[in-house]
């Protein structure tokens, strides 16, 4: 989920927060770790472009990849 507001970020954080706490902080990534590299690869695909215009693209490419496999 894309974060569209800071109060979603902060929701995002809450989650986060609660996890670590309840496992005493012995979790090794958190369960959502990987949906946050697809979301900052998104969010990123500015600075991507700069290096070759394709790479922007396939930032978005992948978000959506990623969000479509979890709407399964």
């Known amino acids: 989920m894309l974060p569209e507001s800071l109060s979603e ?3 995002k954080r809450r989650n986060s927060e609660a996890w670590f706490k ?3 902080g012995q979790i ?3 369960p959502d770790f990987m949906s946050n590299v ?3 690869l998104y969010n990123f695909r ?3 472009e700069k290096n070759d215009p394709r790479f922007g693209k396939h930032a978005v490419d992948y978000y959506r990849y990623c969000a ?3 709407l399964r």
């Open 22 to 24: 309840e496992s005493f």
């Open 68 to 70: 479509r496999m979890i």
């Open 46 to 48: 500015g600075e991507l």
């Open 9 to 11: 970020l902060r929701q």
């Open 38 to 40: 697809c979301v900052g």
């Open 28 to 30: 090794g990534r958190a």
